[in-house]
């Protein structure tokens, strides 16, 4: 009893009443109660003090936390880090492909989230979605929260059906390797994927990889997503995600751990984008660079036109310490064979690359940042499905797109059962 009491030390009494009745219902009421306790920790851990709470329209809740209270401060190597507000540099040639970009969609549109139509953050804070206890009873544990659960790296140089058996994740992605790579960008239009079940996800990102596939694979990763299982509805929402150690004991999504800091005030991660493209109606396209700066070490992020949200810091990598030596872009499901058939979970649009502009899902103006920090074409671009029938992906060139390609697809249908 003692030690129970003093668990409960600042516990309200509701909690209280059922520390006392853990004690006498036997292990397994005691079971749920420490689960219990331990969802309420790993809440406090993420939810910061907010300065201000704004409620989104889709139900989220958005906190402005102080900038320098955010998660990430907690990890024990952040105890007396420097914030970088911005990066020292950007990688040359960033703005060039902007002229064509704007003038596609008559002007520059400022970059929505839905959570805006309700408040702003105030300078030095920064939005951070907060996670509710649904968010996190749906994971497996509290452990698994906000995390990768399998290796989920397209490999394609080694076109085993590994990737397919194993994990049950399937990609459509074009890449580059056998260079040193310093950063990524892309342009891609966002959609609604429709998703199966709710164990599985669809989301369309670039990956910046460094080291082998092997157990200290280092991985950053930005997008959008739709994952039932983490956020609890079908909404598109944009994110990030970083591991040193191939998704076992390092990185989350977003600021579910610590690690990312965050210095916009204007975009929260894991937050709705909006609007979205539609079949055959207006398209929808956001922009995602990730580079490391040249000076300080860190990778940054940058959305839109111009809205830096944070970085990395060096320190949490070993191979990306230095650079990468892969990046990939595209999409990725989950397909978990509901049923003992293939999933009917679509990628992107949910179309093939074949019906083109306005249709199907795109990456385009993919470019790669060099070891002199400009942003060049890639070279010897490659594109890697595992099954064509059930997602597929199209490279082309061309003057106003540069490097781009289609990619997505159905899942489910007469061709991939
Ligand atoms: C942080 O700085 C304090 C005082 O300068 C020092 O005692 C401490 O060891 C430092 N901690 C880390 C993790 O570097
Ligand atoms: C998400 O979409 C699926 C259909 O694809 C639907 O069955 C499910 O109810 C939706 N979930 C939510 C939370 O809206």
Known sequence: ???HVSVGHGVPAAMLVLLFLSCAGGSAAAGGLKQRLEVRKHLERLNK??????????????????????PAFDHPLLKNHTLQLRPSFHPEGLYDDDKTASSRKGGKSPISQMWHLNGRCPEDTVPIRRTKKEDVLRASSVKRFGRKRHRTIPRPESVDLDIVDQSGHEHAIAYV????????????????????QSSEFSLSQLWILGGSFGQDLNSIEAGWLVSPDLYGDNNTRLFTYWT???YQATGCYNLLCSGFIQVSSD??????????????????????????????????????????LGYWPSFLFSYLADSASMVEWGGEVV????????????MGSGHFPEE????????????????????????????????????????????????FFYYGGPGKNPNCQ
């Open 1 to 3: 009893m003692a030690a």
């Open 49 to 70: 003090p907010a300065v201000k709470t704004i409620q989104s329209p889709d139900g989220d809740i958005i906190d402005c936390v102080h900038v320098s209270h955010q």
């Open 177 to 196: 390797e056998g260079d040193k790579y310093y950063g990524a960008k892309a342009t891609m239009n966002v959609w609604q994927p429709r998703i199966q």
């Open 244 to 246: 040193s150690d191939a």
């Open 267 to 308: 975009i929260a991660m894991g937050a709705t984008i909006y609007p979205i493209s539609g079949y055959g109606g207006s398209q929808y396209d956001i922009s995602i660079l990730v580079w490391k700066d040249p000076k300080e070490g860190n990778w940054w992020m940058q959305f839109g036109n111009g809205y830096v």
């Open 335 to 346: 397909n978990s064979e509901p049923d003992g058939e293939h999933t009917s979970t679509q």
């Open 356 to 403: 083109g502009f306005g249709r199907s899902s795109y990456f385009r103006n993919i470019q790669v940042v060099d070891g002199s920090n400009n942003l060049r074409n890639p070279k010897g671009i490659g594109a890697f499905t595992e099954q064509s029938n059930c997602y597929d992906v199209q490279n082309g060139h061309s003057g106003d797109w540069g490097s």
